[in-house]
């Protein structure tokens, strides 16, 4: 049963490319290989967040939604990254 990670940035490319390779590439040493992923900006997260199991933001969303959504930030920066790689796999590993 495949999971879908939905990746977001306030434009849908810089930032949420980088956050991608990171966490797919944490995914994979794990050995989640069944987890699809897109990448969207932020506006348009209310309308491709339907699919997803989780989302993976570096910018605040500003509306309720019903996916969970873990901040991604620490995956640019790198304080926490580790953190953040676990409690992303924990999220997609718990369902």
């Known amino acids: 049963m495949g999971k879908n990670l939905l990746f977001v940035c306030?434009?849908?490319i810089a930032t949420s490319t980088a956050v991608?390779?990171?966490?797919m590439e944490f995914l994979k040493e794990k050995?989640?290989?069944?987890?699809n992923y897109s990448q969207?900006?932020?506006a348009s997260v209310q309308q491709n967040s339907d699919?997803?199991?989780?989302?993976v933001s570096t910018t605040k969303i500003p509306?309720?939604?019903?996916?969970?959504v873990i901040n991604g930030l620490a995956l640019i920066t790198g304080v926490g990254e580790e953190k953040?790689?676990?409690?992303?796999?924990d999220q997609l590993k718990g369902e």
Request: charged share 20%.
């Open 31 to 35: 050995n989640m290989n069944d987890v």
């Open 20 to 23: 991608t390779e990171k966490v």
């Open 63 to 68: 509306y309720e939604l019903e996916t969970p």
């Open 10 to 12: 306030a434009t849908g």
């Open 40 to 42: 969207t900006n932020v």
């Open 51 to 55: 699919d997803a199991d989780l989302i």
């Open 84 to 89: 953040v790689l676990n409690a992303i796999y």
